[in-house]
């Protein structure tokens, strides 16, 4: 299984470091995405992959970017007087997961079947965090496997474009959607 990691959530904490500590590689990361993506979704449409050369493109312009934000955030060279790491600014925080996950963070360019972003997968847990802060927790064990049930077969019947009413009539009539694996 290989991960990816969400680049709607490294937008946002992209554009909180180029306001509020006015870096300009942040800005430039941000926009290097969002190029990125519209790339992948144009191509995604004709072909399965983006060509090597665009991929070698985005790549040298990812490190240089990259290479510019070390420049932006050296290395703290003080010593605290406390034990352990120093404590770094929250720019070079996220400039060290930009380093260390590159391949996870640009996986989408490599895979097309990969989202940009995970917020179809955040919307799936949405309606159990709803439903705890509701009721604040389930009466039963088996309430809480009877609603997951319900809320993964209504989630798997939208992801496959059909009407949910349908489907759900479908599961009472005794014949339910099952997903075909490719």
Request: aromatic letters at 6%; glycine letters at 4%; proline letters at 3%.
């Amino acid at each position: 299984c290989n991960h990816s990691i969400c680049n709607a959530h490294l937008l946002r904490e992209l554009t909180g470091i180029s306001e509020n500590d006015e870096q300009l590689w942040s800005k430039d990361m941000g926009d290097l995405l969002i190029n990125i993506k519209s790339s992948v979704d144009k191509v995604r449409e004709i072909s399965r992959n983006l060509k090597q050369q665009k991929i070698k493109e985005f790549e040298d312009c990812y490190d240089r970017i990259v290479h510019t934000g070390l420049e932006e955030n050296p290395p703290l060279q003080i010593r605290s007087k406390k034990r352990g790491r120093n404590k770094q600014t929250t720019a070079k925080n996220l400039l060290d997961r930009f380093m260390n996950y590159k391949n996870d963070i640009v996986r989408f360019m490599y895979d097309l079947k990969v989202p940009f972003e995970n917020n179809l997968a955040e919307r799936d847990v949405r309606m159990m965090k709803v439903q705890q802060k509701i009721s604040g927790t389930f009466r039963s064990v088996q309430g809480a496997r009877s609603f997951c049930r319900i809320r993964s077969y209504i989630s798997t019947v939208k992801k496959n474009q059909l009407s949910v009413m349908k489907a759900i009539q479908d599961a009472i009539d005794g014949k339910p959607f099952v997903p075909t694996i490719v």
